[in-house]
C-alpha cells in the first residue's frame, strides 16, 4: 500500500498561495534520504554549516482551499490523499531541491519564470527512514 508524507508548506510569493507538499514514500525516496543523511552528518557540528541540497523532485506542492489539512500541525505519515480536494499553485514549479540539515529534510522549489520560493516545513529524518506512526487525516 502506498504511504505519503504531508507537510505544511510556505511561499514568498504576493500573489500565489501553497498549503502542503505531499510526498510519496518510496524506497527510492529513503535511499535517498538514507545517503543525505550520511552526509550531513559527517558536516553537521561544523558551526557555519546550513545545509546540503540535492536537486531531485521528491514532492508535490499543493493549495488546500477546502481546508483538509487546516488541523495539521507537524506532517504526518498516511496511506491516503484525497487528491481531487487539492490544486498545484498557479506558479509553474521548477528547480526542486531537497535540503538536508541537522533538523531533517525541506522540499524546495521555484518558480519557473517568478523565481519565487515554495518551501515545506522540515520534516524529520525518522518519519522518513522509520515510518513514524501513519494517522488518518
Request: charged share 30%; hydrophobic share 40%; glycine share 4%.
Amino acid at each position: 500500500m502506498e504511504k505519503y508524507i504531508v507537510v505544511r508548506a510556505n511561499t514568498n510569493s504576493d500573489w500565489d498561495n501553497v498549503s502542503v507538499v505531499i510526498v510519496e514514500l518510496t524506497e527510492d525516496l529513503k535511499n535517498i534520504v538514507r545517503e543525505v543523511k550520511k552526509a550531513v552528518d559527517k558536516v553537521k557540528d561544523i558551526q557555519s554549516f546550513n545545509k546540503l541540497s540535492v536537486f531531485d523532485s521528491v514532492g508535490d506542492f499543493f493549495v488546500d482551499d477546502e481546508g483538509v489539512f487546516d488541523n495539521l500541525d507537524e506532517c504526518v505519515v498516511t496511506e491516503y490523499v484525497n487528491f481531487d480536494k487539492l490544486h498545484f499553485p498557479e506558479s509553474s514549479l521548477e528547480t526542486n531541491m531537497l535540503n538536508g540539515s541537522k533538523y531533517g529534510v525541506q522540499i524546495v522549489s521555484f518558480g519557473k519564470h517568478t523565481g519565487e520560493e515554495f518551501w515545506s516545513d522540515y520534516i524529520k529524518w525518522e518519519t522518513i527512514l522509520n515510518n513514524e506512526e501513519i494517522k488518518t487525516i
